[in-house]
């Protein structure tokens, strides 16, 4: 029973493809699709910080740029927190 089911788990595992990455990169704003006679991207590049910079890039080529829809946005500071003065009597 053992062996049956060690078999079943085995061939399981083996027949599952590997899995693929987020293609998306969540620092940057803009990303190009890439296509090579394919409905599906070829590879996603996502480098760019302005849709011109991507589209200069694209031209010439099978690929389009979008906005990257995992961007996180640009990082901003924590805010400092101002220690209220005492006024004197209180």
Request: proline content about 10%.
């Amino acid at each position: 029973m053992r062996l049956t089911f060690t078999i079943i788990a085995a061939v399981g595992v083996c027949i599952a493809g590997p899995a693929t990455a987020q293609m998306y990169d969540p620092n940057y704003p803009v990303c190009m699709e890439v296509y090579e006679g394919r409905l599906t991207p070829e590879y996603v590049d996502c480098s760019f910080t302005s849709l011109p910079q991507c589209q200069a890039t694209a031209s010439g080529r099978s690929a389009t740029c979008s906005v990257n829809p995992f961007y996180k946005g640009p990082k901003t500071a924590p805010k400092e927190r101002r220690q209220r003065q005492r006024q004197p009597g209180n």
